[in-house]
C-alpha cells in the first residue's frame, strides 16, 4: 500500500477536537524550528534551553529521517503526529514564557530556609 493511500485512511485521531494533520512532517518541522529559535536566545547554561534542545532535536531528527507518519509516530513514542503538534505548539509557547520570566537568572532575594526540601522540614 503507497504512503498516499495509507495516509488518506486516517480520517479521524480519534481525539475530540483534534483534526487530522494533511502534512505532519512540514507543521513539525517549522514549529521545531521556532522552539529552537527561541531557546537559542536563552543562556546556553540554562537548564530548561539544555533539556528542552536536546528532546527538540531528537524529534526534528526523526521528522527529518522518517518519510511516513507512521514511522514518525513510532520513532517519537509520543502519541500521534497530530499530538506532537499540539505538544510542540504548547512547547513554543513555554519557550517564549521563559525569556519573559528568566527563571536563570539569580533570585531577588534567598528563599526561606528549606523553601526546596522535600517532604518540607517542620
Do not use: F
Amino acid at each position: 500500500m503507497s504512503k498516499i493511500v495509507k495516509e488518506a485512511l486516517k480520517k479521524s485521531t480519534g481525539l475530540t477536537g483534534l483534526k487530522v494533520s494533511r502534512d505532519p512532517h512540514n507543521q513539525l518541522s517549522i514549529v521545531y524550528k521556532k522552539i529552537l529559535r527561541t531557546i537559542a536566545k536563552m543562556p546556553s547554561d540554562a537548564s530548561y534551553r539544555k533539556c528542552t534542545e536536546e528532546i527538540i532535536n531528537k524529534r526534528l531528527h526523526a521528522v527529518n529521517t522518517t518519510t511516513s507518519v507512521e514511522d514518525l509516530e513510532k520513532k517519537v513514542n509520543c502519541g500521534q503526529a497530530e499530538e506532537l503538534i499540539q505538544q510542540a505548539v504548547y512547547e513554543l509557547d513555554l519557550a517564549r514564557k521563559m525569556l519573559t520570566w528568566k527563571p536563570w537568572e539569580p533570585l531577588i532575594q534567598e528563599p526561606p530556609p528549606n523553601q526546596w526540601k522535600w517532604p518540607p522540614v517542620k
